[in-house]
């Protein structure tokens, strides 16, 4: 028998012996998604493809450059910085035209922009309104110095800063080095570029190089880090810098209005906060209960039923405390939620029967992840309050203490796992679809554009405006000097510590 | 029908189309069969497990996954379901399809009137792996790289166990019967 023959038999006796069971099977329940959320699963789906071809294309990219990089580094070993330099880039006017820029007594404000160099250009921002046409956003931030000064010097010659009319303009770079040899390679990796830009492009400019006075940067330091001083190195007054750039667009955005803004911005924190222990409860309800509420509800209102009626005949013990005499810290009941689970392991709920041993591991790591959340909420915000010391207290100060009051509240409320669970349950009543509802939410303020934190903060995060930073600022003394009777000032960050761990209970 | 399409039904079944599971139903059921009874031994105990898993099937529609392999999503609740029917009727059952054979394996559940067509020559003697692999690829006309697919093991060790299984049914065959 050959194979074709051996094929077609097995096949057909094959066919013989198949079942059809379609038509028991067609009338069985099935539960069909809604296009609604069709439409997200093929979203999430789509995201998860673009994540792949995303990760491929890094992987790609990372073997191009294994294979190139040795040959760039034996070719042009001086092509990056190594260590930290910060560098002043100044459109300069080296020959006055004859139809000078200062007719009528104004003088044209000479752009100037500010780098953060290691290795490449590590952000960039304007230092003067002018600076802004040159440095637009982050558009050379991830650059090496070579291609961002061409991009510099490229803008300069497109907005007519310089090759234009009859004088001679150019470009100065002052750079400070981590040390000499960081400075001077990076003044000429920065000249080479520019220079070499300017003459393969006809541009008649000059460029020239100095080193930065060290005092000039710790004065740009101080303006985020009060505590700058002379004795610190180039990187570290870099890294002021460079946080403080990236604090001042929320900073800025709060000094905004800050009625309104504050206001919207405790909105927003508290949302944020209950969107992320919506997502741990639901994800415990799905998990743990298939992602049947009602169940998962009276399953859970059972076991704190079990668990009240065995505290009820007393000897019920958390950690080294008697439950029902000893006065609980917010914390006892969800730091011991195995002794709690332990309490009622024998017995049996009305609904569900006994507890399963699963049931018990996900409530207990529901009750870690919940307590977590609450934690770092707390913890992430009170970062931002030390990122900037009171300086940012004042400006956020009822932020901050409504804050910290709700939490606090909060905390105080749940001495229990029922009161946890109840306060996510009865106070958010519709926990479960807050993900929504916190996007719904967001998404009306930004349109109606009343929401102050966010439209400022979304501008500023997009460009770097040295105006707006300076409205900001003046908008941000003035709201420090009206709230100056009410203001709030640790002694020291370890004061402030110590009082945020008598609110969060760490 | 190829898996971007069966995937393209799967979703409008998914959505709510009935009619999407007819066609599903008609592309996958051979395919299915020939999973669960390369894996059972039994006519029987395979078409209720292919009923299991069709009615399964219906009931986790909402968890299956737009974009992913529909019939490996598939196989993989007919293997679940063939593993806990066989638990259920307490037999000892390895899980390795690989390594038993279809003698040392499928003696608990084999069916007793499993006679000398060339469908019960291939259920009765080759290992479940071996069947399915030459059921799927012979009957269904999976190619051996989909198979793989389905099953998920490598491409190599399909090819192997084709070529082994080829091997066994020339032997059990005989000269005269022999695929050649």
């Known amino acids: ?506 | 029908m190829d898996k971007k399409e069966l995937d393209k039904y799967m979703i409008l079944f998914r959505a709510g189309d009935e009619s999407a599971f007819e066609v599903i139903y008609e592309e996958t059921r051979r395919g299915l069969f020939a999973f669960v009874l390369s894996v059972c031994k039994n006519y029987h105990l395979a078409e209720d497990v292919v009923q299991s898993t069709y009615i399964k099937i219906r009931a986790a529609i909402g968890s299956y996954q737009p974009g992913s392999n529909a019939l490996a999503w598939m196989f993989t609740i007919a293997k679940n379901l063939t593993l806990n029917e066989l638990q259920k009727r307490k037999r000892e059952v390895s899980t390795d399809f690989t390594a038993a054979t279809g003698a040392e394996y499928g003696h608990y559940t084999m069916d007793e009137n499993l006679g000398s067509n060339l469908l019960d020559v291939v259920v009765k003697n080759l290992s479940p792996s071996e069947a399915q692999i030459v059921l799927l690829h012979l009957v269904n006309g999976y190619k051996h790289r989909e198979i793989a697919e389905m099953t998920k093991k490598p491409l190599g060790t399909v090819l192997w166990s084709y070529r082994n299984a080829l091997a066994k049914l020339k032997k059990i065959l005989g000269e005269e019967e022999e695929p050649k």
């Open chain 1, 1 to 506: 028998m050959n194979m074709n023959d051996f094929k077609e038999r097995l096949a057909q006796d094959f066919e013989e012996r198949l079942p059809d069971v379609y038509s028991k099977v067609k009338n069985t329940p099935y539960y069909p998604v809604s296009p609604a959320e069709e439409r997200k699963a093929y979203n999430e789906s789509s995201g998860r493809r673009n994540l792949k071809m995303a990760f491929l294309s890094c992987l790609v990219i990372v073997v191009v450059l294994a294979s190139v990089l040795p040959v760039i580094l034996f070719n042009d070993s001086r092509a990056t910085v190594s260590e930290s330099a910060f560098m002043e880039v100044v459109v300069e006017e080296y020959v006055a035209s004859s139809t000078a820029s200062t007719s009528g007594g104004e003088t044209s404000e000479k752009p100037e922009i500010n780098l953060i160099v290691f290795e490449g250009i590590i952000t960039g921002y304007n230092a003067n309104t002018s600076g802004n046409y040159l440095l637009t956003g982050e558009t050379v931030k991830g650059l090496t110095v070579k291609k961002g000064l061409e991009k510099i010097a490229s803008l300069t010659a497109e907005l007519g800063y310089v090759g234009t009319g009859d004088g001679v303009n150019g470009l100065h770079i002052a750079v400070a080095g981590q040390n000499a040899d960081i400075a001077d390679t990076t003044k000429q990796l920065a000249k080479v570029a520019a220079t070499d830009y300017f003459a393969s492009n006809n541009v008649r400019a000059v460029v020239t190089t100095g080193d930065l006075e060290k005092s000039k940067l710790v004065e740009k330091a101080k303006q985020f880090d009060a505590s700058a001083n002379s004795s610190m190195t180039v990187a570290e007054l870099n890294e002021i810098i460079e946080n403080g750039k990236t604090f001042i667009s929320s900073e800025v955005a709060a000094a905004y209005n800050s009625d309104s803004c504050v206001k919207s911005m405790k909105q927003i924190y508290i949302k944020k906060m209950f969107s992320m222990l919506s997502g741990i409860t639901a994800q415990f309800v799905d998990t743990t209960y298939g992602g049947d509420r009602a169940y998962a509800e009276e399953r859970v209102n059972a076991l704190l039923s079990a668990y009240l009626t065995a505290v009820g005949k007393g000897g019920v013990t958390l950690g080294e405390k008697s439950v029902g005499t000893d006065v609980l810290t917010p914390w006892d009941v969800v730091e011991n939620i195995d002794e709690v689970l332990a309490t009622v392991d024998s017995a049996y709920l009305p609904v569900g029967g006994k507890i399963t041993r699963d049931e018990k591991t996900a409530v207990a790591e529901f009750a870690a992840s919940f307590k977590n959340a609450l934690l770092d909420a707390s913890r992430g915000y009170s970062d931002k309050v030390e990122t900037s010391g009171s300086f940012i207290v004042s400006a956020f100060r009822f932020t901050t203490f409504d804050f910290v009051t709700h939490l606090e509240n909060m905390v105080k409320d749940c001495k229990g796992f029922d009161d946890l669970y109840d306060y996510v349950h009865t106070e958010f009543d519709s926990i479960m679809d807050s993900f929504d509802k916190y996007s719904a939410t967001e998404n009306k303020l930004t349109a109606k554009g009343a929401d102050a934190y966010l439209v400022g903060l979304e501008s500023l995060v997009a460009k770097t405006n040295t105006v707006e930073k300076e409205n900001a600022k003046l908008s941000l003394a003035a709201t420090r000097q009206t709230e100056k009777g009410d203001e709030v000032v640790w002694a020291s960050k370890d004061e402030y510590k110590a009082w945020a761990s008598t609110i969060t209970g760490e």
